[in-house]
């Protein structure tokens, strides 16, 4: 669920017809997946995960390619 969400705008005009608007957003409370991802995908946990990561993805691709191939030339 989403929580509510405080904020502010400000708009200020200048001489010569341009606008600038400035808009600072902040939560109430909430998760901060940035620094999450930044965790998770920087430094030694990062080069951890992506090498887990691999492992994994190579014995899935690994075993549906086993599966696959065992149907396809199975002896009738």
Known sequence: MME???S???Y???SNS???VSM???ASRGVDYEGIC???CTG?????MKVAGGIVLFWVIFIIGYITGYYT???K
């Open 44 to 48: 030694k946990l990062g080069i951890t």
């Open 24 to 26: 600072n957003m902040t």
């Open 8 to 10: 502010s705008i400000q």
């Open 4 to 6: 509510a969400q405080e």
């Open 73 to 75: 030339h199975k002896c």
């Open 18 to 20: 341009q606008d600038e």
């Open 38 to 40: 930044t965790k998770l």
């Open 12 to 14: 200020n005009r200048w």
